[in-house]
């Protein structure tokens, strides 16, 4: 794998995003300098890397995987076994989406499941097949045939760049807002940062501390999301990084130590990658939880007979998502 290259080196090489071309590419943004953004005299310069490469293949990969899966569950046909999904693999993503359905949204979310459940199913896939395909050594596999060094660089964990999880939860906290405001109205989703509302004079010396304090609160939670799946990715590729590096400085000190130490780190290094894919799907699962629970919070009423309402009201079979034909009665033979 590339890791295990780069490991004799920089440990961290791999983890870390590279220009995969030498063009730099220019976007006029307007005048001024921000050089944190790296914007000089109104220009955005940047290059074309891994990461950046990798956060658009995993959007490709999960739009041609469940385009490849909506046809499967497609009807085609009359007979009851029209009306099954046909392949594992489409009853593997199948019964994915209805658990992060069932077990995930609708106990939060309640009647709003239906209308906002492709949303999350977006993020949760987005995020896991960019986890897992950070896994696969493509840097590796291209160089084994071109023998250029510089394709090493290829591939990565395109959630592992901080820029990206940073898009992702700034999608989640406009998510939040967006909803919040729409099924609750805008005067609601407001008063909802401050409990102790705006009637009493007396109150606001504690209401618009309080206030902003829930928006800060608010924002920290977004900007956690990020960090929370920035470092867990990164250290995940960190840690296997330095235990192959054992057995360069095992072979260092001698050429049997170094034999020895490779044995063990292969079997470690293959327990330690199931478990970095066990970590892969945990995070997907845990960013896309989070994001329905800010969103339940201010988008959602919490009177229990409302809930149940909702629930009978909202209640919509996943088969009707996917394919709405294929809740179309069979035609009766007889007729």
């Known amino acids: 794998m590339n890791w295990i290259v780069a490991s004799a080196g920089n440990p961290v090489t791999h983890a870390?995003?590279?220009?995969?071309?030498?063009?730099?590419?220019?976007?006029?943004?307007?005048?001024?300098?921000?050089?944190?953004l790296n914007i000089y005299d109104g220009v955005y310069r940047f290059f074309i890397t891994?990461?950046?490469?990798?956060?658009?293949?995993?959007?490709?990969?999960?739009?041609?995987?469940?385009?490849?899966?909506?046809?499967?569950?497609?009807?085609?046909?009359?007979?009851?076994?029209?009306?099954?999904?046909?392949?594992?693999?489409?009853?593997?993503?199948?019964?994915?989406?209805?658990?992060?359905r069932d077990e995930v949204?609708?106990?939060?979310?309640?009647?709003?499941?239906?209308?906002?459940?492709?949303?999350?199913?977006?993020?949760?896939?987005?995020?896991?097949?960019?986890?897992?395909?950070g896994l696969i050594p493509i840097g590796s596999i291209v160089y084994m045939f071109t023998g250029d060094p510089h394709h090493t660089h290829l591939g990565g964990t395109a959630t592992g760049n901080l820029s990206l999880n940073i898009v992702l939860a700034l999608g989640s906290f406009i998510a939040i807002i967006y909803i919040g405001i729409k099924e609750t109205g805008a005067k609601a989703f407001f008063s909802h940062f401050n409990p102790i509302g705006w009637d009493d004079p007396a109150m606001l010396a504690i209401g618009i501390p309080l206030y902003f304090l829930e928006w800060l609160g608010l924002c920290i939670k977004c900007v956690v999301l990020a960090m929370r799946l920035f470092g867990t990715m990164m250290a995940g590729h960190l840690v296997i990084a330095a235990f192959i590096g054992l057995?360069?400085?095992?072979?260092?000190?001698?050429?049997?130590?170094?034999?020895?130490?490779?044995?063990?780190?292969?079997?470690?290094g293959i327990v330690l990658t199931l478990l970095e894919l066990f970590i892969c799907f945990l995070q997907a699962f845990i960013f896309t939880f989070l994001t329905v629970l800010f969103i339940s919070l201010v988008a959602t009423h919490h009177?229990?007979?409302?809930?149940h309402a909702m629930d009978d009201e909202g209640q919509m079979d996943l088969d009707k998502l996917i394919a709405p034909e294929r809740i179309t009665p069979m035609a009766d033979p007889a007729t």
């Open 50 to 100: 891994n990461h950046l490469m990798m956060s658009l293949v995993s959007a490709v990969m999960v739009i041609l995987v469940f385009w490849f899966v909506s046809r499967r569950v497609r009807v085609k046909g009359n007979d009851l076994s029209s009306y099954q999904t046909r392949g594992r693999v489409s009853q593997l993503f199948e019964t994915m989406c209805s658990f992060i």
């Open 247 to 268: 057995i360069f400085m095992a072979r260092e000190s001698s050429n049997g130590l170094g034999y020895g130490v490779q044995l063990a780190v292969i079997g470690g």
């Open 105 to 133: 949204v609708r106990p939060n979310l309640h009647g709003l499941t239906d209308k906002y459940i492709y949303y999350v199913w977006t993020i949760f896939f987005f995020v896991l097949f960019a986890n897992v395909l």
């Open 16 to 36: 870390v995003p590279h220009a995969i071309s030498e063009e730099v590419l220019h976007v006029n943004v307007g005048g001024g300098d921000i050089p944190a």
């Open 303 to 307: 009177d229990h007979d409302d809930d």
